[in-house]
């Protein structure tokens, strides 16, 4: 959707425009995603959503359809949203995107959600319980860091130390 198209859709009676903007959609997708007829009824919200979401799903110049369908099936995936995640599916198999790919972005979405579990929890565990054998490691280094590093050094080698 181009800017002359939003600032005029911007201009318009909301009473004209969520219609035409939920038959869009439709056409897009093949169905009104059920957040969508939530808001419907509230202009002030629908309106400007609509056109952002418009923007983002839709009017990318360097993604392609697929692409964005499988994104947003990878996306409701990780966050777990069955009604999203059932939409898309819907949509991508309108679309005619394969079985395989959208089993693939299904992967990928399970893959980043488990990394994020894993990545915070195991943050939040060493944050409570440090490791002992990096207290062990630390104490070490500084017993290291103490030491003189000279191999002719008189004090801390005192085994090989020329004795005068």
């Not at 005029?8 to 897009?28: A, M, N």
């Not at 839709?58 to 939409?87: P, W």
């Amino acid at each position: 959707m181009e800017l002359e198209d939003i600032v005029e859709i911007l201009k318009s009676d909301p009473e004209k425009v969520i219609p035409e903007l939920l038959d869009d959609v439709r056409k897009q997708y093949g169905e009104v995603p059920y957040i969508m007829n939530f808001m419907k009824d509230l202009p002030e919200i629908f309106i400007p959503k609509t056109l952002y979401d418009n923007s983002i799903m839709r009017e990318f110049k360097n993604l392609d359809q697929e692409t964005v369908e499988l994104i947003s099936i990878g996306v409701a995936s990780a966050l777990r949203c069955e009604h999203c995640l059932k939409m898309h599916l819907r949509i991508a198999k309108r679309k005619g995107i394969p079985k395989e790919k959208i089993f693939s972005a299904i992967m990928i979405g399970a893959s980043l959600s488990n990394a994020a579990v894993l990545a915070e929890s195991t943050r939040a565990l060493a944050s409570e319980f440090p490791d002992e054998n990096e207290k062990k490691n630390g104490k070490d280094k500084e017993k290291e860091e103490e030491q003189c590093c000279d191999p002719d050094c008189e004090v801390c080698n005192i085994a090989g130390a020329n004795v005068k």
